[in-house]
Nanobody, 123 residues
Framework: QVQLVESGGGLVQAGDSLRLSCAAS?????MGWFRQAPGKGREFVAG????????LYSDSVKGRFTISRDNAKNTLYLQMNSLKLEDTAVYYC???????????????????WGQGTQVTVSS
């Protein structure tokens, strides 16, 4: 069982930047970030395959967010720039224990989940 621990959330103003981190206790394959705003369902944000060579973003964050990973440190990152009010949510890290060779937006494909970190963007 791999544990995921997110960090880096906080309260920022619109237009600011934040970098989220997710530390995994062991090796994982495809990893992703999801978010859940109050009263809404969990939404895919970004995903990355094991090598880092393939990434996938939701249309709402494309061009503003960058996902990356450091496999030597078992750590996933999400650099968030030009934050908007609508980016306010709890952000969750997710990881797949199996090699798939592609990145999926489907939450049920991920086996491990972190506890979430709150990102609040104010005007």
């Amino acid at each position: 069982q791999v544990q995921l621990v997110e960090s880096g959330g906080g309260l920022v103003q619109a237009g600011d930047s934040l970098r989220l981190s997710c530390a995994a206790s062991g090796r994982t394959f495809t990893m992703g970030w999801f978010r859940q705003a109050p009263g809404k369902g969990r939404e895919f944000v970004a995903g990355i395959n094991y090598s880092g060579g393939t990434t996938l973003y939701s249309d709402s964050v494309k061009g503003r967010f960058t996902i990356s990973r450091d496999n030597a440190k078992n750590t996933l990152y999400l650099q968030m720039n030009s934050l908007k009010l609508e980016d306010t949510a709890v952000y969750y890290c997710a990881a797949d224990r199996s090699f798939r060779g592609f990145v999926t937006r489907t939450a049920t494909a991920y086996d491990y989940w972190g506890q979430g970190t709150q990102v609040t963007v104010s005007s």
